[in-house]
């Protein structure tokens, strides 16, 4: 529980560098506009012409009697648009990083270089490259979580569960995505691999819980995303510089003889007292 408010505070945090930080925050609303756009136009033009891709689809049922028909194709119509609003919410955050890899790649060193002595970590390699790194590790993120997303789509039909529990757990999956994707930005910069971050999220679930989970659930209102965007990359840069250990900084190991030679001077100075 006290990682899951940590997870959150990290989110406030960010939210609040960048209200002390307009600039930042104005070129950081730029991307999400972007997607934002285009994400709207793709899901209007699946709510206008989703009904003729299923006739389409189902050749099968024109011979069908009403209202079987218009039962069945309604159906299928609304499912597909849940699962293109889904398929949206899990890739909002992939998309609109890619497109603002410079932006967010500024705003995270802005916040590095605020936060601490000036230095701010760099991978060293050109935009090409981070673009493409970016690219590659957004596409295995968006695989695994297609695969989660497809699984909580068909466990959506069972009986209760399907109803309470399975939202619930979407919001928790969608919200460790989320953080995955925001904290790439720093990690990235950091040399972290893909494979690493996974690791280092999963050993702390709550913390990624606590920091994607309500970003998932704002994410459903509609402009909302745009607004937050910024605030939770630099809270998630942030929450990297928290659990990023420097080596100078991880306690040393203790010398066995040193250790030694402490204890048969504290027994003699003991037995001086006495």
Known sequence: ???????????????RWVAQHGKQYGWGLLPGLITLVLYVAALVCLAVWGDD???????????????????????????????????????FTAVTLLVGQPFYESLSEEVDR??????????????????????????????????????????????FVGQTVVPVIGFFVTGFFLTEELTA???????????????????????AWGFGAPLAVAFLVPFVAVFLMPGA???????????????????????PQAASDGDRAGESAQGTAW
């Open 233 to 255: 990359v630099a809270g998630a840069t942030l929450m990297v510089r928290d659990l990023e250990a420097p080596p100078e900084a991880q306690p040393s190991a203790p010398d």
């Open 1 to 15: 529980m006290r990682d899951l408010g940590a997870g959150f505070g990290y989110l406030m945090k960010g939210q």
């Open 114 to 159: 605020g936060e601490g002595d000036g230095v701010v970590p760099e991978s060293g390699l050109p935009l090409w490259r981070d673009l493409w790194i970016s690219a590659r590790d957004s596409l295995r993120i968006l695989v695994r979580a297609g695969l989660w997303g497809v699984l909580l789509f068909a466990c959506g039909f069972l009986p």
């Open 185 to 207: 930005v720093a990690l990235q910069r950091r040399e972290v691999q893909l494979r690493d971050r996974l690791a280092l999220l999963r050993s702390r679930k709550g913390l």
């Open 53 to 91: 891709f299923i006739s389409w689809a189902t050749p099968f049922a024109d011979d069908w009697s009403s209202p079987w028909q218009g039962l069945f194709r309604g159906f299928l119509t609304a499912v597909l648009f849940a699962l293109g609003l889904l398929l949206a919410v899990l890739t």
